[in-house]
């Protein structure tokens, strides 16, 4: 069961123990001390073998934030990357550029697949890697309008017009999962000009049906 914080403002370490271990879920968990030291901790596998990850002292690391700083773990995983040689290697600017959109894409997907049929989760990802595989090569926090506008008209220009709006809304849904998450400041996607950028789609003409009388 997740944490709460009431629930982690109440936490002790039995009397007799060292330290005692509270799990978060997904990796992040709790190390409550018997010196009443309450510390953050991420457990991952990475090439084969486990690591733990120190994500500092509660509160001065709250609750959202540590949940923050093991979702960027997590993504930088699906990269190939090893959180702990990251911080080592980089400054935490450097770390966040290494955040890009294609890997938030699939946090998001797998995160709501269990929603969907597993035909439409299918569709979703052909999105996530055909119609947004150029914005899937950047930095979360550097994808501006003008990225959206580029892909958008690609999509206009390969005859996938029609599809452009829901994309777009799939777009807009991964920068909100990454505004929450704490992944980036803004949201281009949101209140994007779409029917001002590509051309009015025709209408669809329906045809009278043909009604056969039979005597």
Same mark, same amino acid.
């Given at each position: 069961?997740?944490? !709460?914080? %009431?629930?982690?403002?109440?936490?002790?370490?039995?009397?007799?123990?060292?330290?005692?271990?509270?799990?978060? &879920?997904?990796?992040?968990?709790? %190390?409550?001390?018997?010196?009443?030291?309450?510390?953050?901790?991420?457990?991952?596998?990475?090439?084969?073998?486990?690591?733990?990850?120190?994500?500092?002292?509660?509160?001065?690391? +709250?609750? #959202?934030?540590?949940?923050?700083?093991?979702?960027?773990?997590?993504?930088?995983?699906?990269?190939?990357?090893? +959180?702990?040689?990251?911080?080592?290697?980089?400054?935490?600017? !450097?770390?966040?550029?290494? %955040?890009?959109?294609?890997? =938030?894409?699939?946090?998001?997907?797998?995160?709501?697949?269990?929603?969907?049929?597993?035909?439409? &989760?299918?569709?979703?990802?052909?999105? =996530?890697?055909?119609?947004?595989?150029?914005?899937?090569?950047?930095?979360?926090?550097?994808?501006?309008?003008?990225?959206?506008?580029?892909?958008?008209?690609?999509?206009?220009?390969?005859?996938?017009?029609?599809?452009?709006?829901?994309?777009?809304?799939?777009?807009?849904?991964?920068?909100?999962? #990454? %505004?929450?998450?704490?992944?980036?400041? !803004?949201?281009?996607?949101?209140?994007?000009?779409?029917?001002?950028?590509?051309?009015?789609? +025709?209408?669809?003409?329906?045809?009278?049906? =043909? !009604?056969?009388?039979?005597?």
């Amino acid at each position: 069961m997740p944490l !709460t914080a %009431l629930e982690i403002k109440k936490l002790t370490c039995p009397e007799g123990q060292a330290q005692r271990k509270i799990s978060d &879920g997904n990796g992040l968990f709790l %190390l409550v001390k018997s010196s009443g030291s309450k510390l953050w901790r991420f457990r991952y596998r990475y090439a084969g073998k486990h690591q733990e990850l120190a994500f500092g002292k509660y509160p001065t690391i +709250p609750l #959202a934030d540590a949940r923050t700083m093991a979702v960027k773990a997590r993504a930088m995983l699906v990269e190939g990357i090893n +959180p702990a040689s990251a911080r080592r290697e980089a400054k935490d600017a !450097t770390v966040s550029s290494a %955040l890009k959109f294609s890997k =938030i894409a699939l946090l998001w997907w797998d995160q709501q697949a269990d929603s969907w049929t597993q035909l439409h &989760g299918k569709k979703v990802k052909r999105w =996530i890697e055909q119609d947004m595989k150029e914005l899937g090569k950047l930095p979360v926090d550097q994808i501006d309008q003008g990225h959206l506008t580029d892909m958008v008209l690609s999509m206009e220009a390969k005859g996938h017009a029609r599809s452009a709006s829901t994309v777009m809304s799939v777009v807009n849904r991964i920068f909100g999962y #990454a %505004l929450a998450n704490r992944l980036t400041r !803004t949201n281009p996607a949101q209140g994007f000009p779409l029917s001002d950028i590509t051309k009015p789609l +025709p209408k669809v003409k329906h045809r009278a049906a =043909i !009604t056969v009388v039979v005597k």
